[in-house]
Structures are given as structure tokens and as C-alpha cells.
């Protein structure tokens, strides 16, 4: 049996059935039943836009952001998907803050619904910084659909460790 290091605290019945769609060389055929394509979303300035129009229709109050970007620097194997970053400096007798959203680079290629959701998981801790209940509540709030999409990202990643990449490069 393969190690799911991404369903980690799922199900031992669930890790079962999706060790079933590997075996059976199924997985990648599910996930692109379910989602199709990936996003067109492949620039800095386009995720910053993005990002920024999820913001202006759920946070409008929340804290501005000054960055957005896709970060290669990002390591999967320590199951981040993107960061929020708090930096404040003092910058003469001024104390200047801002807040920045690291997006895996992994996400450049993968289907909307994905990076919305690592988005809205991102933009969550602008309010919450703690995963706790009030956290998931705004995120299911944003996204209603979001432990779903959470679940099914999954599966995308076991894709890609195990198979690599589910889209090809569009010409």
C-alpha cells in the first residue's frame, strides 16, 4: 500500500477507496471528469487581480494586500500550498505594515476551483489567524464548497506525485 502523505488524517476507508482508483489507474480519469482544464490564471499581475477580486466581493474591510505571487520557493513536501505573511517595519517614526499572499507555483497549472480555494484558505487569515472553527466558517462562508475542493486538491497532488503533471502545456 502507497503512502498518501496528502490524505494524512483522512479516513483509513477513504485512503482505501482512493488507493482502489490508483491501483486501478483511475484517479486521474475522475479528476478530469471532474475538472477539465486548468485555469488561465499564469502571470503575477493576473493571480494579483484575481485574488483581489475574491477580496473586493467577501473581505472589502479586511487589511489591504500589497503582493501576490506565484512563489517557487514554496516546498510541497511540507504541505504548503500558499502562505500569508504579516511584515511590519519601522520606517522612520513610522511602523509601515503590509500583507502578502504566496501562491505554490505548483497552482499555475491546476483548475480553477483549486486555486480559489487556496486563495480563499490565504484571505481567510487576513481575519482568523489560528485554523480554528470562526477560520473555517469564513472559508466555507467564501466557499461553499471549500472542504470539498480541499479533499479533491488532494487527490490532485497524490496525481502528480504519482503520475506528474494531469494538463499539458497549452501551445
Known sequence: MQELK???GYSEDLCHQVQGLIS???LAK???EKYPSAHEIHTDRALYDYVMAIKHDYMQKSQPLSKVIFDPKIQMKHQALGLHKFVSRVQGKK???KNEICIASTFKKAPEPFLRMIVIHEL?????KDHNKAFFKLCTFMEPAYHQLEFDMRLYLTQLDLFGPLYRPSL
Open 30 to 32: 475522475l479528476l478530469l
Open 95 to 97: 511602523l509601515k505594515a
Open 6 to 8: 496528502y490524505l494524512a
Open 124 to 128: 481567510a487569515h487576513l481575519k482568523e
Open 24 to 26: 486501478k489507474n483511475t
